[in-house]
């Protein structure tokens, strides 16, 4: 098979890449359709829409034969949905028949994993052909595979900035996801639909009596027309099953009968061709039917015949549905119709030889070192042993390319496969001679909660290698322990593992990227953000060092958690897209998970649209299939959106679909809490205070955290972060019962280690229990402490739910403040602060008019200036002072050395440029620096 490798990496299919050449051959010809394509080519892009079967390749590969200029053609297909292999083919057509273009586009070879790298070689593309200055056409035929967000964002950026003489081709089934309403409006779209391509009467005639010499009347042909609508595959067919008939009646009778239901007309009518046609090429449709694409050698293996060329050139000859693919006409396909009508004869034909002809389809793509589509076959042909063999051999390759889905796919269907034959699942003694089956077994078990089949492939990989695994194979099994400790919530057995990973071979850092994903994620778990990071960082850069795929997406997701923790929504939003960008089947867990996450952080910001439009499109790649990926993410989305939009049963009912899934997970103890505090909060709104209290008692009693709230360590450190939550859906039930002193006590001790962590997100969730809690035990200071600390944080990350959710009891407090900075401006509040709170009060319903902002900002500019000085230590140093604790005090709140906060004294003097304790608090409400 010949093929093009355009960035000496991946291999394209020529095939793709060139004018089907039979659909050029047009038996009708339509001149008026052609000068209409002719002149919408004004526009950046000419549309055709339409249905399967009205002509739309034919039409456009007829016209293209009498165009002078250049025509990058493109067949898509739904593999093209990842985003650089989409961007790969199209520059490829391009960069074939434009010249110069080859090595600007190579240099770029590795630069198109995310939306923003793509539209930077798009932007060098577009600066190219306009300084060339030439005509150029490019086709996207059957983009209706399209359905990648990523792609369909390109393809929008790249059409929006083409110069004047470069136009875009779409030819679809359905809509594509651009803005066509915007550019119909603005007469920069051109296009032909349905209706535009339906054969009239007198091309039906042309079709029928001049190109198929059928002996029809005029009354004949108007009949078929109406009765096909003008469609043109139905035309055909029934041209084809007319063809030899001569009996008037008989064809009277036919076009009669031809008004049944499309299913039993178009199984008639191809029963009928079919029937027309020798035994010997009846037995080679059927035979090769079995395939997608084919060329003679393909065809000869399947067959087991040698008359490939000949069957292949004598059914293009006679205008069987048969496609050529490609300039050199080796390549061929069928029409998708015609090949499942054959596919379907030939099961109940010859239902014994389905499996062979698929072993014989797969040795020979294995020959090519077409894997992909070896194993495809393989599969098809229930031929377990080799599947696994050829997976054994490919699943590192494909897995460090990012196509892990790939690989679960096809050892689902291997399973099943298995259950099929017998009783018990995976058998060991199968599994066992190929190490690196049960490895992703394994690992694909884990990310659907299947236990059984996890502990099966477990024991089939300890059993590798005659009962004693080499040094890589404990690698894989350190590593499959680290991340379904991980995948449970349990920080403390993923860093044991994963140490142990490193500890069998310290000095190879080969695999050890997404060990330190691990590491990164278990320090999460236990929210050490700074730990974390480097983890997460060395992780991402051995990932880079392997090119591993995979570590490089984990890494940005894992990322993407850190800076959510840290209330960093826009960098963390950045993290989550980066993930979600990547589109097909590259890392498709990694892609559903960010953008389950993507969907939260638009929530956060009040965005309900685009969240719904993120949970949308990330339930559409959880695959359908019972072993799915377990992600309560999701159902906790939903159910925020649910609640939101007042069907408050329905969020109940998501909880505890989402509660299952996380039981599912092994009972992973962040995700239960999680869960576990929406629930509560939703009871409290509804004032179901009693029910919060007995359910969050049966759940996680009091008794169990207190040994956490005086600081001892017994509990182990994976359940920090949910030990947090549950003080906080305690502190929170505390509050509804009126006692705030309580809910004072379960989270003040937080605030230590979550600032030490800058955990701004849990510091804000606390802050906002405290602010709520010293307003009901009236202490207006510590109130007002809280309240403007949190209002900081918030500001900083445009919080927007966590706020309004908390309704009037939260949102008078900000009011109250609001006024009082109104009425007399204090520099406590900084003037973004002030901003920030405006909109919030606008959206909760409360009509707050701003002051003079630009007052407000010179004097937040000066505050500014003298703040950019301070470090956030010396900060706190400083307000601590201001409540007139000693340097004792401040020492033992901030959990240092006495003479540390002195040092830190030192230098705040320094900076502000006074002499003493006093001078600097004065200096520090001068300048409204004070408790920012």
Not at 116 to 125: I, N, P
Not at 218 to 242: R, V
Not at 318 to 326: G, K, T
Not at 334 to 347: A, E, I, K, P, S
Request: charged letters at 20%; a negative charge; glycine letters at 4%.
């Amino acid at each position: 098979m010949e093929m093009v490798d355009v960035w000496n990496e991946q291999f394209l299919l020529v095939t793709k890449l060139t004018v089907p050449q039979s659909y050029a051959r047009p038996i009708v010809a339509r001149s008026y359709l052609y000068t209409r394509l002719e002149c919408g080519i004004s526009c950046p892009l000419t549309l055709i829409s339409a249905p399967a079967g009205f002509g739309k390749t034919t039409l456009l590969s007829s016209w293209l034969l009498a165009y002078a200029h250049p025509v990058a053609w493109v067949s898509l297909d739904t593999n093209d949905n990842a985003l650089a292999r989409f961007w790969e083919y199209c520059l490829t057509a391009i960069v074939r028949v434009v010249d110069g273009l080859d090595e600007l586009l190579a240099a770029y070879k590795h630069s198109m994993t995310s939306i923003q790298q793509v539209e930077h070689v798009l932007t060098l593309l577009i600066n190219a052909l306009t300084a060339q200055q030439q005509e150029l056409l490019l086709v996207l035929d059957d983009y209706q595979a399209i359905t990648s967000p990523s792609v369909q964002r390109t393809l929008d950026f790249f059409i929006t900035h083409l110069p004047s003489h470069v136009h875009v081709v779409i030819s679809s089934r359905v809509d594509p996801v651009l803005p066509l309403a915007r550019w119909r409006a603005e007469g920069r779209l051109f296009e032909l639909r349905g209706e535009d391509l339906r054969f009239s009467l007198d091309e039906t005639v042309q079709l029928l009596h001049d190109g198929m010499h059928l002996p029809l009347t005029l009354e004949d042909i108007a009949a078929l027309k109406q009765n096909t609508e003008g469609w043109i595959a139905g035309l055909q067919l029934a041209a084809l099953s007319l063809q030899g008939q001569s009996d008037k009646s008989e064809i009277a009778r036919f076009i009669a009968s031809f008004a049944g239901t499309n299913r039993l007309v178009l199984h008639y009518l191809t029963e009928e061709v079919l029937g027309q046609l020798s035994e010997r090429v009846q037995q080679f449709l059927l035979t090769t039917s079995i395939l997608e694409r084919m060329n003679a050698s393909l065809c000869d293996a399947v067959t087991a015949q040698g008359d490939g060329d000949y069957m292949l050139a004598w059914l293009d000859q006679q205008n069987l549905f048969l496609s050529i693919a490609d300039e050199q006409g080796t390549w061929y396909r069928y029409h998708h119709l015609f090949r499942d009508l054959l596919r379907y004869r030939l099961m109940q034909q010859q239902p014994a030889m389905v499996p062979v002809l698929h072993s014989r389809a797969s040795l020979w793509y294995e020959q090519q070192d077409m894997l992909i589509e070896a194993i495809e076959h393989a599969l098809l042909a229930a031929d377990q042993e080799r599947v696994a063999a050829l997976i054994e051999q490919s699943a590192w390759t494909f897995w460090q390319q990012g196509y892990a889905a790939l690989i679960d796919n096809w050892l689902l269907r291997l399973h099943e496969q298995l259950y099929e034959q017998s009783a018990s699942s995976f058998k060991p003694l199968a599994l066992e001679r190929y190490p690196v089956v049960a490895y992703f077994s394994a690992l694909h078990a884990v990310q659907t909660g299947d236990e059984e089949r996890y502990q099966v492939a477990l024991q089939a990989l300890c059993c590798a290698h005659g009962g004693a695994p080499d040094v890589q194979t404990r690698r894989e099994l350190q590593s499959l322990a680290a991340y379904k400790a991980i995948f449970q919530g349990d920080s403390e057995q993923a860093l044991m593992y994963a140490q142990r990973f490193i500890a069998l071979t310290p000095h190879d850092i080969r695999g050890q990227g997404v060990i330190h994903l691990y590491r990164g994620a278990a320090f999460l778990l236990c929210g050490d953000t700074h730990q974390a990071f480097q983890e997460l960082l060395l992780g991402r850069q051995l990932g880079l060092h392997d090119q591993q795929i995979p570590a490089l997406l984990t890494s940005a997701l894992y990322l993407g958690d850190l800076f959510a923790l840290q209330g960093r929504l826009s960098e963390a939003c950045n993290c989550y897209q980066e993930c979600s960008n990547e589109v097909g089947e590259r890392m498709l867990w990694s892609q559903i998970q960010a953008r389950f996450r993507l969907g939260s952080i638009y929530l956060e910001w009040n965005d309900l649209e685009r969240a719904e439009e993120q949970l949308c499109s990330a339930r559409k790649l959880i695959p359908e299939h019972p072993h799915t990926y377990i992600i309560p993410d999701g159902d906790i989305l939903a159910a925020q959106l649910a609640w939101l939009y007042g069907k408050h049963d329905q969020a109940h009912l998501l909880l505890d679909n989402a509660e299952s899934e996380a039981l599912r997970q092994g009972e992973h103890p962040l995700n239960i809490a999680r869960i576990a505090l929406l629930r509560v909060r939703y009871w409290l709104a509804e004032g179901s205070v009693e029910m919060a209290v007995r359910w969050s008692e049966r759940m996680y009693p009091l008794h169990s955290l207190s040994v956490l709230r005086e600081g001892d360590s017994e509990r182990s450190k994976d359940q920090s972060l949910a030990s947090e939550l549950w003080l906080l859906i305690h502190a929170r039930i505390a509050l509804a019962q009126q006692r705030p002193a309580e809910a004072v006590r379960y989270v003040q001790p937080l605030l230590i280690k979550v600032r030490a962590q800058e955990r701004r997100d849990s510091e804000l969730r606390i802050l906002i229990v405290l602010a709520q809690a010293y307003h009901a035990l009236n202490d207006p200071r510590r109130s007002k402490q809280a309240l403007e600390a949190l209002l900081t944080i918030a500001q900083r990350g445009n919080y927007r739910r966590t706020l309004l959710d908390e309704g009037q009891s939260l949102i008078s407090l900000i009011a109250e403040l609001y006024r009082r900075q109104q009425k007399h401006y204090t520099g406590d509040v900084q003037p973004h602060t002030l901003e920030y709170m405006h909109g919030l009060l606008q959206s909760s319903g409360y009509n707050a008019i701003p002051r003079d902002w630009g007052t407000w900002q010179k004097r937040g500019q000066r505050t500014g200036i003298v703040a950019s000085q301070l470090s956030e230590r010396e900060l706190e140093v400083l307000k601590l002072i201001a409540e007139g604790n000693s340097n004792q005090q401040i020492a033992q709140a901030l959990v240092v050395a006495e003479s540390t906060i002195k040092t830190h004294l030192n230098n705040i003097y320094g900076k502000l440029n006074v002499n003493s304790r006093l001078q600097a608090l004065t200096r520090a409400h001068a300048t409204g620096i004070l408790e920012l």
